[in-house]
């Protein structure tokens, strides 16, 4: 026997006999939330970068996240609350119409920030290697600011006309949590789509607008006919809005609806989230 053969030390790196094949991962690989977090100076870095130009020379600045949902809840309040005399709950008529603008504002807005968000920076996802979600992350999470300055006038409303929340309002960042999951969800799946499909750009306005008629923004969820209510609530949006009202307004809500709101919001997102990460491999060579 030989006995100036040395041993491997103990420790170290093993040896490899034979070939070694490295592979690009597969296309439906999970989220890697480590790396997310890694990148979290990234996504506050982009979401600054939004805020400022969001705003930059305007003469109102911030007040503009204020005037949509208002200006908007006015135009309601005359046409469906004293022209056609939408009814309301027993709430008055504004105030039951901005409560709904202010998700449907929200999602609206962030799902057309997120849906144009990996088109306008083309030369980043080129040229820098990042988890290229962080750029619809950063859109919709930009938009949690432009509603926290619209909420405000909310609780003024409400001073003015007399009204005050109960116990309920507690579950109120629950449901900003369920309107940011279906406003992300949407918003991954129209971003990873209009990099192929640049026609998506045109259909994202189309789309808020057909489904705020889909949505008890102007009207209440107890107009639609029974039989036709367990599939009106396949739209997410459907329980958020109730959810808000019940929340902060006291309004009934039906709770199968919601849960069928809510879980249908759970399931847009997970398959946005599969379907962003299988095209996001090609989003460098597309886009």
């Known amino acids: 026997m030989n006995q100036d053969r040395q041993a491997p030390a103990v420790g170290g790196p093993p040896h490899h006999t034979g070939p070694r094949t490295i592979a690009p991962p597969g296309k439906w690989h999970a989220v890697d939330l480590r790396e997310l ?16 130009v969001r705003y930059k020379q305007t003469a109102l ?29 027993g709430v008055p008529y504004p105030v039951f119409s901005y409560t709904a603008l202010l998700p449907w504002t929200f999602f609206a807005t962030a799902v057309t920030r997120a849906g144009n968000s990996l088109i306008q920076d083309p030369n980043l996802i080129s040229k820098v290697y990042f988890p290229r979600m962080v750029l619809p992350l950063a859109a919709v999470s930009g938009m949690l600011i432009d509603f926290g300055i619209a909420f405000v006038i909310l609780v003024g409303m409400m001073f003015f006309y007399g009204l005050a929340p109960g116990l309920s309002v507690l579950t109120l960042p629950l449901l900003l949590l369920l309107a940011y999951i279906t406003a992300l969800g949407i918003g991954l799946f129209v971003s990873a ?34 039989e036709w209510r367990l599939f009106y609530s396949l739209n997410p949006m459907v329980g958020v809005i109730d959810g808000f009202r019940w929340a902060l307004l006291g309004t009934p809500i039906d709770s199968g609806s919601f849960l069928v709101s809510a879980g249908a919001a759970i399931v ?14 090609e989003f460098a060579d597309v886009v």
């Open 37 to 52: 977090w890694h990148f979290r100076e990234l996504i506050y870095f982009l979401l600054w970068r939004d805020l400022k």
């Open 193 to 226: 789509a209009n990099v192929k499909y640049r026609d998506v750009t045109y259909v994202i306005p189309f789309l808020t607008q057909f489904m705020l008629f889909l949505s008890p923004v102007v009207y209440a969820t107890a107009l639609v006919p029974p």
């Open 61 to 89: 600045g911030g007040a503009w996240a204020i005037l949509q949902p208002f200006l908007t809840m006015v135009v309601f309040s005359v046409v469906f609350g004293s022209l056609i005399s939408v009814p309301s709950q």
């Open 268 to 281: 847009i997102c997970a398959g946005s989230i599969l379907y962003f990460r299988r095209t996001e491999h």
